[in-house]
């Protein structure tokens, strides 16, 4: 019987999320394919430095001995290398530990095309055009910025934060405000539709795939006392009251439970951020990033009506 993904909580990611391909980036670009080959099969047994998102994928694929038999989290490597020239990324990846054994070297095609096929349920990447195909095309991506690796060992803990419009819901609100330009207006629409949840937005099932492994967590802990449930979810949102009653009431909606959440109402969120110190951030609103690249490992999903404003003035 074939392996089955369905099920599973699956991440597509790209070899410029897991590692450091600036130096290799810089050899394509002066050398051109041809001199990149070379260089990628001289360098074969480099290790790459580790990138923005390793802690995250580690610390991720670690939950795994809840049920190593029957995995509930895949990783799939979906590269734009051709076979020859990912084989570095793969070594690096067995040097490091890392349970990923299912790739998908593309030779320079479109990683965005495959995600439904491996039900892929978030796809990384630092490549900005990949992720924009990925979002337009109606699929859950984000695209990993340059940004502080928070890469501790201090625990095994996985810290989780999203902000909640344009990333776990549409964006229908935040058109809203777009609209108005006027938080009174935003505020008044979302309290008089605070018992009508919103759309699922382009992360929502990543959402619910997380929550179903919690849960899974929390019963494997019952049996294994020594187990300590590891994964955390926050969602940190520029929204307050009385707007944070919708929230609430999608995410019940939902039947989702998230550990903590943040209504800010407009206060910066790297503030609070620092302390959750997270060790991944989605937000569809790159100012909101901006503050927060120095701080944590920060991923932008350019989904929503933000990503399409001339002067991408963004409110939650």
Not at 238 to 265: K, Q
Request: aromatic residues 8%; proline residues 5%.
């Amino acid at each position: 019987m074939a392996y089955q993904l369905e099920s599973r909580l699956v991440i597509g990611l790209a070899s410029s999320a897991l590692y450091d391909l600036s130096e290799s980036d810089s050899v394509f670009e002066v050398t051109g394919e041809e001199g990149y080959r070379k260089y990628q099969r001289e360098h074969l047994a480099s290790i790459l430095n580790k990138g923005v998102a390793f802690s995250f994928i580690q610390r991720l694929l670690s939950i795994n001995e809840i049920r190593p038999h029957d995995p509930p989290i895949e990783v799939v490597l979906l590269s734009r290398n051709d076979p020859e020239t990912g084989l570095r990324v793969m070594n690096s990846i067995k040097h490091h530990g890392l349970d990923i054994s299912r790739a998908a070297f593309l030779q320079g095609g479109d990683p965005y095309k495959y995600i439904p096929a491996l039900s892929i349920c978030l796809f990384l990447s630092a490549n900005e055009l990949d992720v924009r195909q990925a979002v337009d095309a109606g699929y859950p991506a984000g695209q990993v910025l340059p940004s502080a690796n928070n890469d501790d060992i201090a625990d095994k803990e996985l810290r989780i934060a999203f902000d909640f419009d344009g990333v776990l819901a549409d964006d229908e609100s935040e058109s809203v405000f777009q609209a108005n330009n006027d938080l009174g207006e935003f505020n008044k629409h979302e309290h008089g539709r605070r018992d009508i949840p919103h759309n699922p937005g382009p992360l929502k099932n990543f959402l619910a795939k997380l929550s179903s492994i919690q849960e899974l967590e929390k019963i494997y802990s019952k049996a294994n006392k020594s187990y300590d449930p590891r994964i955390r979810i926050s969602i940190v949102t520029a929204r307050g009251a009385p707007s944070h009653e919708r929230v609430i009431n999608t995410m019940r909606s939902w039947g989702i439970i998230v550990n903590e959440a943040f209504f800010l109402g407009g206060i910066e969120k790297s503030k609070v951020l620092s302390v959750l110190d997270p060790h991944m951030f989605f937000d569809d609103q790159r100012a909101h990033l901006d503050s927060t690249v120095a701080l944590l490992p920060s991923v932008h999903v350019p989904f929503g009506i933000v990503n399409n404003l001339p002067n991408n003035q963004q409110q939650s």
